[in-house]
């Protein structure tokens, strides 16, 4: 990271600290809105990293300008580019944590999960976003559209045997399935959640009493006020 991209304090930061710590680091002085001219230079070093082809650089300034400046249309803008970078599993989660602050953001989620598939890591901490996002009958639809039922699916499967994974997928479909409409269920009904927590969840994890526990709350509420035909069976 050079020192045309940030200012002094920043290089020093992003130096000696993962961009995950930078990031949440400028959290901390989100509500401290960027002046006109800081706003224009910061910019300006986004546009540098990219031309630089610089992907990490990139993500930290995107993110740190736009959390202090929300209301900034050109750093969404570069939040759409940015989640089609290749990124370091430290930067997605970085963005990850940034974007599960705003429920629009459903469809950047899902860009950079599918490019995580096969991190444990990243797999848990979308489910996690999945989750939190999940009372929002808009973001529930959204999250159906931008393929999260599909990715809760390939995470279960792909990573069977990690426990923490499964009790997250379970969390993220017992969200999902509650106070949803009829709609929302049935589409995770229709894509085998029903066998895939009794099969692959709960009896592959059978001494898991933590596991245990959310795959029962999944499946009650997977399988509330809905009638037996409903339910499809393999």
């Known amino acids: 990271v050079g020192s045309k991209h940030c200012s002094t304090d920043v290089v020093s930061r992003i130096e000696s600290a993962s961009i995950q710590e930078t990031i949440q680091e400028k959290n901390m002085i989100k509500d401290v809105p960027l002046s006109s001219a ?24 995107v993110l740190e300008t736009k959390w202090q400046n929300p209301e900034d249309g050109i750093s969404l803008n570069y939040i759409k580019r940015a989640v089609h970078m290749p990124q370091s599993p430290d930067a997605a989660l970085s963005m990850l944590d940034f974007l599960n602050k705003d429920s629009f953001n459903i469809e950047f989620i899902m860009l950079i999960a599918k490019q995580f598939s096969s991190s444990e890591l990243i797999v848990v901490k ?21 393929g999260g039922i599909e990715y809760i699916s390939k995470g279960m499967w792909e990573h069977s045997s990690i426990e923490h994974v499964q009790e997250s997928a ?8 509650a106070d949803s409409d009829s709609n929302v269920k049935m589409a995770l009904l229709n894509a085998g959640y029903v066998e895939a927590i009794r099969f692959l969840v709960m009896k592959s994890h059978a001494g898991n009493e933590h596991v245990q526990l959310w795959a029962c709350g999944a499946l009650s509420s997977l399988l509330y006020n809905i009638n037996e035909e409903d339910v499809s069976m393999s």
């Open 38 to 61: 800081a706003l224009l230079q910061s910019h300006q070093n986004v546009e540098q990293a990219d031309q630089e082809n610089d992907h990490e650089t990139y993500s930290v300034l």
């Open 126 to 146: 979308v489910l996690q976003v999945i989750r939190n996002v999940s009372s929002d009958i808009e973001c529930q639809k959204s999250i159906i559209r931008n």
């Open 170 to 177: 379970c969390a993220a479909i017992w969200a999902l399935s």
